[in-house]
RNA sequence: CGGGGUGUGGCGCAGUUGGUAGCGCACUUGCAUGGGGUGCAAGGGGUCGGAUGUUCGAGUCAUCUCACCCCGACCA
């Protein structure tokens, strides 16, 4: 285990990347821009893609599975969606190698070209709406509500961990609907499913609002988004849910039969959050120590170090340490019990910390004369005594206490880098000199938002669904401006 | 694809005017230690990214090549 990480204030990615490497979540792979997710990393996806699958069920839809590759000839079918992606795909064209004839290895064997080059997914529309065109005939087939776990491919010019990385997992919700008006229902909850899930378990505040057209998903009519804001006063989309109107049933006409005999195209949605909400995870809560989890995400929430001398002290200390760990793992806790002898206590604390276990519950010789523990918080890094008799009543409740402590931290950090201004030359010095999200007025053109990303690096993040202080002029043109809309310098 | 940089044990690096490779961490073994990254001692591990050339001799010089990283354009 490496010793100490770079600071947070000193190189923000240099200390994000210190995280995600020393806390064992994921390193760069021999592939170009591709990741390894190491089992602890992994271990936290599976947490939030349990809770996720739990939201999703609970909301009618189930999982399916559809192909790793698409045919080229699907992309092309629905104009704005190819224009979006062509510049990120990898394609297969060949589906043989052959010993290279001149030397050693192998090499692409030329006469087993591919008739169809197959485009190896980025999204998945394409190959689904082609699939969904036989599965809907009716309106007693609508509506249909299904998710898909898996991993895409978008072949990204320069990558980060978990952030942006050229394959990642991901899941994709594609629904049809027979009215624009259950669609539409159908992308506000989904939206709502991911800001709930983002703010309760993840302990990330989140706006929710739309795109602007420049930034819609490529084939939608609208999207919205959830923004999370990182500790370096940049902003992260977390999850989109997109409203498709009738594109993609057209494209591959795909009709039903409506209650009275008439055929129409049916309404689509789709709706996605990736390994990017590590990332998230990582930069909401982190300190100079390492990773902090929210109790509700962390793989283990309780770790127990034995502090010892001697084998009876072990023994004696180890007992009572099983006895305290059984009745918390009855309360649903989950506990792990570090008896390795292969290393010293401090290395253990740090370790803990640096992996962002919530609590660290030390026992010792001293604890075991005045019957304490030694328990350890990951989120303020206090420390105090408890009687041991107390430990299984106190630990449900502190865990509650951590969780709402990190939203809450999150929330008032917000509040501090949220800032409204009423000129360009205000705008400017806010994204040079504090960052976070900005609060502005905009004319509504993309032109504009185009000449402010130009100049200033920040785009629209998104508009919000409740205007709350009303219009007033653009920033830039000085034109009319409905609402403030949030700005941000963005990862 | 443009601009800059780096390739030396698992990781991070040093290597002088060319002289036959070293340091820290990690690893192995032993002893001590144990309430915040433990100390001492002894060990194992490298065809110096690759190719060609110059030379008695190349990690070091030259040419070519490959890979990766950073800054842009692209993006969940």
Redesign the pocket.
Known sequence: ?????TSRSENY?QWYNDIVGKAGLAE?SAV??CMVIKPYGYAIWEKIQRQLDDMFKATGHQNAYFPLFIPKSFFSKEANHVE?FA??CAIVTHYRLKNDPNGKGVVVDEDAKLEEELIVRPTSETIIWNTYRNWIQSYRDLPLLINQWANVV?W?????LF????E?L?QEGHTAHATKEEALEETHKMINVYSDFAQEWMGIPVLIGTKSEG?R?AGALETYCIEALMQDGKAL??G?SHFLGQNFAKAFDVKFQTKEGKLDHVWATSW?V???LMGALVMAHSDD??LVLPPKLAPTQVVFVP????EEEFEAVSEKINQLKSQLDSKGVSTHFDNR?T?????K???Y??KGYPI?I???????EKGT??I?RRDT?T?EFIPQEKVSDYVPTLLDEIQSNLFNKAIKFREQNTTSVDTYDEFKSVLNEKGGFVLAHWDGTAETENKIKEET?ATIRLIPLSNEDGSGKCIYTGNPSAQRVVFARAY
């Open positions: 285990m490496a010793k100490g990480i990615s760069h170009r821009g979006g510049k990120e978008r990204e010019m320069r990558t980060r952030l942006r990385t050229a990642f991901w930034e998903f989309q977390a989109t996605g990736s390994t990017r120590k390492g502090i010892y001398k001697n002898d290393v010293k206590p401090g290395f604390f740090a370790e910390e640096l660290r030390a026992m010792g010789p001293k604890d075991l523990v030694e350890a890094l420390k690096k």
